[in-house]
């Protein structure tokens, strides 16, 4: 089971061993749908290793709003690199669903650099995902919508997973990196998933927790594990990346001692909420734009110029040559050791 999960990280000793058990709980509970889901993990372990670049995007991320109500002290938000911000032209986000159904790809994520359970047309846009098939509708959260029951309407709707960011296992740590969250709100709001869930027998929504691990949260992971990981589906611990608030949130334990191909050509397109098109997560300020979705079809885009440049340095181990390559700071991307005490 393993090996449905890419398993990159640079903070393994947790998230290895949650992960394996996490998968083959969820694999258990995908149901008439667990070989179509394991085909689409597959798909996606061998588009990160083995140079595979599958005809269409395996997962699609959707930006239904670039706004957010937090301003998170290492997120572009908290770093004030997402300007003009809004929501999502609502036709075309149906539309960008019809094309992800048309070529066929697995997993869609309604969020990028902002909070999609801000934009209220989210329960609509999941139950539309579900209808036309899509295998997985996922978003990560950060539990504080401004619309008390917009998350259950989700689960409600069919949405598969949702990942709240919890940074952190007490109120002082949360809110002192979660500028503007309310640490009380969000625990409140995870339970009342976690209770709709059982009081209507669901599996779904996979509800996973994720930990930025920065040098304010670090001294609580393991009480973060201990009281969450019998409560929901799965538990990650994911290191404070470099946003460009430069060093001063790294635990430092951690470096990196050289880089590898990056998955994320290989995986997926990043639509943000003015259409514009990214080949990566970490193109937060829109860098290497390598196509507009208002005009350009996203299977024209899968393998057009751009996406073969980006692809190529991969391949080349050229990351030099393209600025965001050049100074990524995504973990997949690179080969991590541990600094012995
Ligand atoms: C950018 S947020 C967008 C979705 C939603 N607003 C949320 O907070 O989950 C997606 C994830 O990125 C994480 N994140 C933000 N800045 C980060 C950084 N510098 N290093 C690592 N993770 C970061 C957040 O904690 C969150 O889990
Ligand atoms: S809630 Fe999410 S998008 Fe908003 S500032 Fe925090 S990490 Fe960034």
Not at 71 to 78: D, E, R
Not at 167 to 183: A, H, L, M, P, T
Not at 270 to 295: E, H, L, M, N, Y
Request: proline fraction near 3%.
């Amino acid at each position: 089971m393993e090996d449905l999960y890419t398993g990159f990280s640079n903070y393994d000793e947790i998230n290895k061993e949650n992960r394996a058990k996490a998968v083959e709980d969820e694999v258990s509970k995908w149901g008439d749908d667990a070989d179509k889901f394991k085909e689409y993990r597959l798909k996606w372990n061998k588009a990160a290793n083995d140079n595979y670049l599958p005809d269409f995007p395996l997962h699609l991320d959707i930006e239904l709003s670039d706004a957010c109500n937090l301003k998170c002290a290492y997120c572009a938000q908290g770093l004030g690199m997402v300007t003009d911000v809004g929501f999502i032209n609502n036709d075309f986000a149906y539309g960008l669903i019809d094309q992800a159904v048309e070529m066929g790809i697995c997993s869609l994520k309604f969020n990028w650099r902002g909070e999609a359970a801000l934009n209220p047309i989210l329960p609509d846009l999941v139950k539309y995902a579900k209808d036309k098939g899509i295998l997985e509708v996922q978003m990560n959260t950060n539990g504080l919508p401004k619309k008390k029951d917009i998350l259950i309407e989700c689960a409600k709707n069919g949405m598969d997973r949702l990942i709240f960011s919890v940074d952190g296992f007490s109120k002082e740590s949360y809110e002192s990196v979660r500028i503007g969250g309310n640490y009380d709100t969000l625990v409140k709001n995870i339970h009342r998933l976690l209770d709709w869930k059982k009081e209507n027998d669901q599996a779904k929504p996979f509800v996973r927790l994720q930990m930025v691990r920065s040098n304010v949260t670090a001294h609580e992971v393991d009480d973060f594990i201990a009281y969450w990981q019998d409560k929901v589906d799965d538990v990650r611990i994911s290191d404070v990346m470099d946003r460009g608030q430069g060093g001063s949130f790294s635990v430092g334990d951690r470096k990196t001692i050289g880089r590898r191909r990056c998955p994320q050509p290989y995986q997926r397109l990043i639509v943000a909420r003015d259409g514009r098109v990214s080949p990566c997560c970490a193109d937060w300020d829109q860098k290497f734009v390598v196509g507009d979705a208002t005009k350009d079809s996203l299977k024209d885009i899968w393998k057009n110029k751009r996406m073969t440049a980006m692809r190529t340095v991969q391949e080349k181990d050229q990351h030099d040559k393209i600025d965001i390559c050049k100074n990524c700071y995504v973990k997949e991307s690179f080969i991590w050791e541990k600094i012995d005490d």
